[in-house]
RNA sequence: GGUCCCGUAGCUCAGCUGGAUAGAGCGGCGGACUUCUAAUCCGCAGGUCGUAGGUUCGAGCCCUACCGGGAUCACCA
């Protein structure tokens, strides 16, 4: 046996050198080792990593073929790991010596932390979720919870130090209608008087105003004031035409999705009149006709003016959504470092863009309106401060960073906010970039799709958005339903098996919804939400609990046998070979802030282990050194899976 | 109209800095449990990678145009 000591390259790097040198030696021609194209070699090959030599046939003037015949006989010669090759057109194979993986896996088996990264000294900020405190959580805030937990737990694991923060949205105008709405229709009723989830109950208020304000809305419409609106409006011949326009887009939207359903599509709700009322009037109404309207603006003022019933309303009222979202954020396994709430932040900003003024960043129009100019950056001009010196969303924004920054002094900010916000991050980015912020190069606006149904987009008016609470319900609702046809806890006690549905039903859940790559739109079949077979979180905690299985039958083992295993299976190869490959997945991916591809990793890895589980014996393999070096393997496998599954925010049980 | 994102099998999705015959899962069909958990495994069927050009030894990936879906272009948040 070569001796093999440890050295600083890793595999890959090793074999870039070797080509780097051999095409030295050979043609003489100096080339980088990040140009070399090197794969996996594909399943129908023989090898484990593939050189592509193709573009050294001009410096070589050979055939590709002869030139990886040439490297690779160099690569075995010079790189003690490679024990062999074979050529096929111009990809050269490369096979790694069995010495090599056991030795490697020998070198992790001791490893508690492998896959982790050492600290690299850097902090980063993960913000995510922040709702607002006038309903209840849904889909969508699912789909950023967990790409938020995800790539928070992905960042640590790659060396960061996190802080997970969120930005509560707790004033504004949507709070206090839900407020009104209790004050007027509530008798005094509370979330304990009632027996309802606390953010559900101010949910309900909030519904309940929308709904008193479309019945003033609609008889208003009917009345002389309304009619003048609509007639003034018709008069306009410019306003008309855009709605027009506009309506005929609706129209046509509307006809495909009515299609689509196989539902019937009517014209009457497509009118121009209705168009007016609906999406043109609608703002207007309620900031200047509507009681509604106007009691729940006045609320807002007195909120600002620090009224004390009015707080204290608020106060209760916030309290009871906390509640309930606790409870949500309990049940989905995540917790955050530090709460910041926009009714402390939303008049933060000013000061800086009065620094920002002096330094020329931003500047006063004549009603003393403040702007930024970013037109040479291919964006606008954004307002950043009103002409009364009110702040806007943006201000806030603003103040609110530099705030997190004096708070940890992070390196980087990472903010999980929906595609829709894309403009605002980039403006945003650019304006803290502008200001000299220390963190401005590292910040990233982790952006992502929308959630649609079967169904088509979810809308709160037409009530298809799918709650979380219900979800998480119903995804261990099946966990359950599936265990009890199985019939494999049957010794456990309830509590126990509770704990063991509720892990299987999320894992699904959260498998399903984090291994769609986050930019894209995703479709979000509730069927498919709750398979557990194929592509899914039970399937890849069923590899590790089949692993579990194992090591429990196994007992105490004397690993050391291991060692003498010599000539590994190719299954055996594909699942060291990944296991490798893992710490610089979960680098990439926390340098593209993408848990997707973690969770790919993990259906890869398990996959692999099932076809290896059910292809080879591990307690009865036919040699004593066979059964150590599987059970070792297996060992090795379990622990990945399981941190590949933790960075995912899936829990893995050791029986299922 | 300007800008941005997406378009891969019936459906849901992979496809790493351009590399071999484009891969999984679900659904369909057919097999494998007296043997370490069958929430598993194996086989079959299923593709003009939205369309058309271009760059390249080589394009699902890069460039251009167009088509389709979505978002955004607020002194809303």
Redesign the pocket.
């Known amino acids: 046996m070569r001796p093999h000591k440890l050295l600083p390259m890793n595999i890959i790097e090793r074999i870039q050198h070797g080509v780097v040198d051999a095409v030295k030696t050979l043609y003489g021609a100096d080339i980088t080792p ?1 140009s070399i ?6 399943k ?2 023989e ?1 484990d990593y ?1 050189v ?1 030599v ?2 050294y046939a001009k410096v070589a003037r050979k055939k590709p073929e002869q030139i990886g015949e040439e490297v690779g006989a160099q690569l075995v010669e010079q790189v003690a790991e490679i024990s062999g090759y074979n050529v ?4 050269l ?1 490369l096979s790694v010596s069995d010495d090599f993986w056991v030795q490697f896996l020998d070198r992790i088996a001791g490893q508690d932390n492998y896959g982790r990264q050492a600290p690299n000294g850097q902090k980063v900020m993960v913000e995510f979720s922040s709702p ?1 405190t006038n309903k209840p959580l849904h889909l969508g805030h699912i789909r950023n919870i967990l790409l938020g937990w995800s790539t928070a737990q992905i960042l640590e694991a790659a060396g960061y130090e996190v802080v997970k923060v969120q930005v509560v ?1 707790d004033r ?1 105008i949507a709070i206090c209608k839900s407020m009104l709405a209790w004050q007027r229709f509530g008798e005094g009723a509370t979330p304990a008087s009632t027996g309802t989830k606390g953010d559900h109950f101010v949910g309900e208020y909030y519904v309940r105003f929308e709904q008193e304000f479309q019945k003033e809305y609609d008889a208003w419409q009917a009345s002389t004031a309304g009619q003048q609106a609509l007639q003034q409006f018709l008069a306009d011949e410019k306003a008309v035409k855009k709605a027009e326009k506009a309506l005929a887009e609706a129209r ?2 509307a006809k ?1 999705e009515a299609a689509r359903q196989g539902e019937t599509y009517t014209e009457e709700a497509h009118t121009l009149e209705r168009y007016f009322f609906k999406n043109i009037y609608k ?1 207007t109404y309620f900031n200047e006709y509507s009681e509604l309207g106007q009691a729940a603006k006045a609320m807002l003022l007195k909120w600002e003016a620090g009224d004390e019933e009015v707080m204290q309303l608020w106060k209760q009222m916030n309290a009871w959504v906390y509640e309930g979202f606790d409870e949500t954020y309990d049940k989905l396994g995540v917790s955050f470092d530090k709460l910041y709430f ?1 009714s402390d932040t ?1 008049l933060l900003g000013r000061d800086a863009v009065k620094q920002g003024l002096e330094k020329g960043v931003f500047y006063e ?1 004549e ?1 003393g ?1 403040v702007w930024i100019d970013l037109t040479d950056a ?1 964006l ?1 001009h954004k ?1 950043v401060l ?3 010196g009110t702040s ?2 943006i201000t ?1 924004d603003i103040g609110t960073a530099q705030e997190r920054y004096k708070d940890f002094g992070v390196d980087k900010m990472v903010y999980v906010v929906a ?6 991050f980039q403006v945003l980015f650019e304006t803290l970039r502008r200001l000299g912020a220390p963190y401005a190069d590292g910040l990233f606006h982790l952006s992502y ?2 959630v649609d149904l ?1 169904t088509g ?1 979810m809308k709160s008016r037409e009530g298809t958005v799918v709650d979380a609470d219900d979800l998480i319900a119903e995804v261990v609702a099946e ?1 359950k339903n ?2 009890e046809e ?1 019939d ?1 806890l049957s010794d456990l006690n309830a509590e126990a098996q509770q704990e ?2 509720r892990q ?1 039903g999320l894992a699904a859940l959260k498998f399903f919804i984090i ?3 986050p ?5 979000f ?1 509730p069927k ?1 939400s709750v ?6 979180g ?2 890849v ?2 590899a590790y ?2 692993i ?3 090591l ?2 196994a007992g105490e083992q004397d690993l050391s046998a291991a060692s003498a295993y010599k000539k590994l299976e190719t299954a055996e190869r594909d699942l060291i070979a990944q296991l490798y490959a893992f710490p610089a997945l979960i680098a ?1 991916a926390a340098e593209a802030y993408d848990p ?2 973690v969770a ?1 990793f993990s ?1 890869d890895l398990a ?1 692999s282990y ?2 290896f ?8 393999a036919e040699t004593k050194a066979a059964k150590a070096f599987r059970i070792k393997l297996s060992k090795a496998v379990a622990h990945s899976l399981k941190l590949a599954l933790e960075l995912l925010g899936i829990e893995v049980p ?3």
């Not at 595609?419 to 605002?424: G, L, N, S, T």
């Not at 930019?519 to 479709?523: F, L, N």
């Open positions: 990040e194209t090197m794969n996996s070699t594909r129908e090959f090898g593939t592509v193709f573009p096929i057109k111009g990809f194979n607002n949205n504004g046509k939207k495909n703002n926009e939303y129009k009603d309106s291919k606008d307002l009103r002409k009364d806007v969303y806030q595609d829709e916000q894309d403009y605002h799709g929308m079967p987009k966990a599936n265990a199985r494999t063991i549905m299987v291994k769609v790559q930019q894209k739109r995703m479709t079949d498919e398979d557990m077979q194929g592509q899914t039970p399937y905690q069923n609990v089949r579990q299985s194992v429990r039958k990439e997707s591809s790919n259906y996959k099932h076809r589980y059910h292809d080879y014996s591990i307690l009865n050791s029986r299922m």
